[in-house]
Every structure is written in structure tokens, then in C-alpha cells.
């Protein structure tokens, strides 16, 4: 017997949402930059992250998007 038929591997479902990425922006960074870099589109970074951006245009240092 070996390890692994004693204990195989299992899978874990994932949940709607586990595959989204978290981006921590840069000083400099807009959402335009952003996007180019993740090849999406601003807006949808703005959708996806509206709870915490009042604005498109007011995103700062230190803060986490997520990526859509």
C-alpha cells in the first residue's frame, strides 16, 4: 500500500466568485491602467467594485480591487 491509495487526492468544489483575482492598486495606477494590465475593461473593474468607488476617478493607493 502507498500513501496515496490510502489517501488520494480529493477535489474541492468551488463557489461562484473563487476564481477572481484581488488587485492591490499602485500609486499611479488608474482604472484604464489597470484593465490594460488584466485585459479587461475599466468599467467592469468599476462594477465589480462599486460598493467600495463612488467614482471611477477615485481610487487610491493601498486599496484592493477585485478583478473581474
Known amino acids: 500500500l502507498t500513501r496515496d491509495s490510502l489517501f488520494p487526492a ?4 468551488t463557489r461562484p466568485g473563487d476564481d477572481r483575482q484581488v488587485y492591490t492598486v499602485q500609486e499611479g495606477d488608474t482604472l484604464y491602467s489597470i484593465a490594460r494590465h488584466f485585459d479587461v475593461s475599466w468599467r467592469a473593474i468599476w462594477e465589480a467594485n462599486k460598493d467600495i468607488l463612488s467614482s471611477p476617478e477615485l481610487i487610491r493607493a493601498g486599496q484592493e480591487l477585485v478583478i473581474p
Open 10 to 13: 480529493i477535489t474541492t468544489p
